[in-house]
């Protein structure tokens, strides 16, 4: 990143902040960077605009023009409506701290609106598609060790609906009752226990015992021995993709979209899932309600009662 201008006063409270989010809040390291990188970006527009050293004074007193100004150039630069919106909400949590610390308070950042899209659904895979990817991803690399690495973080995403990041700072200790289950640490360090499927099991067991690494700190490691980096997988996983023709929506957290949604197409009980994926709110779950609707209209036409399929019955109050 590029040097701005900062008043020394404003940098120790920007260090104080992330202090904050970290220590009060329990947000992740990955969070906490994209927040510390929305604010760089937004101090240094405002760095540009005005062309002097920035000061807790002069942000305390941008206008709603500055505002309009910063998002009008993050949208020339073609960045996504829900890019702005989640920039704008770092830039307030930042403002409502300086309000507790410092008394600022700069009404004019809340007074900015966003049109927001609507949510994009979940991308799901086809069931067909994704049994076939969990087949032929060990027979892609080279090493017969990383083709077993490859499967078995494939399994945990789709056979237990677990986030790529959760997978790969796994660790021993965290499978329990002989690896039937697994304790997972997820979002805001929330933990949750999931069961383990006999083949996401034997996957995993598999990889364990062809690695020739000492699996200590985390259990998937790359070819050097370190811990497996995300954009490692994903690049084996768009191998993977063209390999089968698969879907662009294909990631791993295509993966886990799809471990929920095929499960709700079994008639699986959405609170389960919600546990299951480490959902916080039932409503980001309800999210899959509205993937399967092939199987929501299928349930309407057998059984509702003003469906013409529905028989009459002859019970009588």
Excluded at 106 to 116: D, E, G, H, Q, S
Excluded at 137 to 152: F, H, M, N, S, Y
Excluded at 259 to 271: E, V, W, Y
Aim: charged letters at 25%; aromatic letters at 10%; one cysteine or more.
């Amino acid at each position: 990143m590029a040097t701005i201008k900062t008043a020394k006063e404003l940098q120790i409270l920007i260090e104080e902040w992330l202090s904050y989010l970290r220590d009060n809040l329990v947000y992740s390291k990955h969070t906490l960077d994209a927040y510390a990188t929305d604010l760089f970006y937004f101090l240094s527009f405002i760095h540009t605009h005005y062309q002097q050293s920035i000061s807790i004074d002069m942000i305390a007193n941008l206008s709603i023009q500055d505002f309009r100004s910063w998002l009008a150039a993050r949208k020339r630069d073609n960045l996504k409506t829900t890019s702005n919106a989640r920039s704008l909400s770092v830039i307030r949590s930042f403002y409502r701290y300086l309000k507790s610390k410092k008394d600022i308070d700069n009404k004019n950042v809340f007074a900015i609106k966003i049109l927001k899209n609507n949510k994009s659904l979940p991308k799901d895979l086809p069931l067909e598609s994704t049994l076939e990817a969990t087949k032929i991803i060990e027979t892609l690399p080279k090493q017969r060790w990383v083709g077993l690495r490859d499967k078995a973080v494939l399994m945990l995403l789709y056979g237990c609906g677990l986030r790529i990041s959760e997978v790969l700072f796994l660790n021993k200790n965290d499978f329990r009752d002989s690896m039937e289950s697994l304790i997972v640490k997820g979002k805001g360090k929330r933990e949750r226990m999931v069961p383990i499927l006999p083949q996401v099991k034997s996957a995993v067991m598999d990889y364990m015992e062809s690695c020739p690494y000492q699996l200590e700190d985390y259990i998937f490691v790359g070819v050097g021995g370190k811990k497996l980096n995300p954009d490692v997988f994903r690049a084996n996983l768009r191998g993977l993709k063209k390999s089968l023709g698969l879907p662009e929506c294909t990631s791993p957290h295509a993966f886990r979209h799809s471990f929920a949604t095929h499960l709700l197409s079994q008639d699986g009980d959405l609170r389960t899932i919600q546990t299951l994926l480490g959902h916080e709110s039932l409503s980001t779950t309800q999210r899959y309600t509205k993937v399967d609707v092939s199987g929501l209209m299928s349930a309407y036409s057998n059984f509702h009662p003003k469906s013409k399929r529905s028989k009459p019955k002859n019970d009588k109050c």
